[in-house]
């Protein structure tokens, strides 16, 4: 089982970058990705539930972030729009197999793929 992320990069406050996460191996119940700041917790982001297509956001990225799917290749993405500097931060995606389980709470995943930086220059 293996997820890859791709699509960090340095972007301009105001301005939009899209990540992806492929899944490999198996599907999975949630796929989600979190953040993390420098000197900071890893915070949750966003999340889709794969069989009913529900979305969960953060309420500081709501608005701004939308998180898809890709049937065909697994896959979820990350559309983040008017990004602040204050989005800089390594983010990484999950999976789990559970849906009944906390979607916020990056414990209950299963699986991590590897981080991913986005960096808003003011």
């Known amino acids: 089982v293996q997820l890859q992320a791709s699509g960090g990069g340095l972007v301009q406050a105001g301005g939009s970058l899209r990540l992806s996460c492929a899944a490999s191996?198996?599907?999975?119940?949630?796929m989600a990705w979190f953040r993390q700041a420098p000197g900071r917790e890893r915070d949750f982001v966003a999340a889709f539930t794969w069989s009913g297509g529900s979305t969960y956001y953060a309420g500081s990225v709501k608005g701004r972030f939308t998180i898809s799917r890709d049937n065909a290749k697994n896959t979820v993405h990350l559309q983040m729009n008017s990004l602040e500097p204050e989005d800089t931060a390594v983010y990484y995606c999950?999976?789990?197999?559970?849906?009944?389980?906390?979607?916020?709470?990056?414990?209950?995943?299963?699986?991590w793929g590897q981080g991913t930086l986005v960096t808003v220059s003011s």
């Open positions: 999950a999976a789990k197999m559970s849906t009944y389980s906390s979607n916020s709470d990056a414990s209950r995943y299963d699986y």
């Open positions: 191996g198996r599907t999975f119940s949630v």
